[in-house]
């Protein structure tokens, strides 16, 4: 059902058996996607482009300028996928043509309220971010990340698939994959075993990680070595996975 108190610019294209709440304003560049819920007093603009099934609680700002300087009114996007949960006061920025013109998230993810993704990041799939966090321009987040509520991610940092970042930690540099972070600023403790267990990983894989893990941050190790050592082992894609989030990193990892 669509209030007759919302707000829908002529050009926005709406699914099937999609709900909008009163008051709210959608802008004529805007794709709805069938079977979401849109409750009232949510600002959705664009050029934005949301999947199916995904529910936009009161207050969020969807797809709106970004609050970089440069930005100078270009016309960039915002891409969401399906089954995401955006919970009551986040805001979602698009893109600048200083990257790819693209902010992006994928599917099956949470949203808690007050969180902000920033201008041209990349968010994975069935990721959590909790109430306040926040990250920058220009993050990449893999999929199965948590991050707690507080947490802020400077700009330009990768979050590596399957990590957890604790509640109110800074990070500052890059995140591996399967890595547990805390403080301010953020350092390694350990790697999320709990979370790869729930998410079905074997246990003969998870203990190769964890052999990995000590490679980089319980031997004394350069990070070099670390990875010339982790690469004599037996391969796996999961492991690959870790050490390739070391290796592709740009601005250094947490140590």
Same mark, same amino acid.
């Given at each position: 059902?669509?209030?007759?108190? *919302? ?22 560049? #805007? ?11 949510? #600002?959705? &603009? ?10 936009? /609680? ?13 930005? +100078?009114? !270009? ?10 949960? /955006? ?12 990257? &790819? ?6 599917? &099956? ?7 902000? #993704? ?11 971010? *909790? &109430? ?32 957890? #970042? ?19 600023? +953020?350092?390694? /403790? ?10 079905? /990983? ?9 052999? +990995? ?14 990875? !010339? ?27």
């Amino acid at each position: 059902m669509i209030h007759p108190q *919302a707000i829908i610019e002529p050009g926005a294209t709406i699914g099937e058996n999609v709900s909008i709440g009163p008051w709210t304003y959608i802008a004529s560049d #805007v794709v709805i996607g069938d079977d979401c819920q849109i409750s009232s007093h949510v #600002v959705i &603009n664009g050029p934005t482009r949301l999947g199916k099934g995904n529910r936009v /609680f009161q207050f969020a700002s969807i797809g709106e300028d970004c609050q970089d300087l440069k930005y +100078a009114g !270009e016309k960039t996007e915002l891409i969401i996928g399906d089954n995401n949960l /955006f919970r009551e006061s986040c805001t979602i920025h698009r893109g600048t043509v200083q990257d &790819n013109s693209l902010t992006q998230i994928g599917s &099956n993810n949470l949203f808690m309220a007050y969180t902000h #993704v920033a201008h041209d990041c990349i968010v994975g799939s069935h990721c959590i971010m *909790a &109430n306040n966090a926040s990250i920058a321009g220009h993050v990449k987040v893999g999929d199965h990340v948590i991050i707690g509520g507080m947490a802020g991610v400077h700009q330009f940092c990768h979050i590596g698939e399957h990590s957890f #970042v604790a509640a109110n930690a800074l990070v500052l540099k890059d995140v591996p994959a399967y890595v547990m972070a805390s403080g301010q600023p +953020a350092k390694p /403790f350990g790697l999320n075993s709990e979370g790869l267990k729930r998410r079905g /990983f074997e246990r003969d894989t998870i203990m190769s990680i964890k052999r +990995a893990y000590k490679e980089v941050y319980r031997k004394g190790l350069s990070v070099e070595q670390a990875l !010339e050592n982790i690469d004599a082992q037996e391969s796996s894609p999961q492991l690959s996975a870790f050490s390739e989030s070391i290796k592709q990193s740009t601005r250094g990892i947490i140590r």
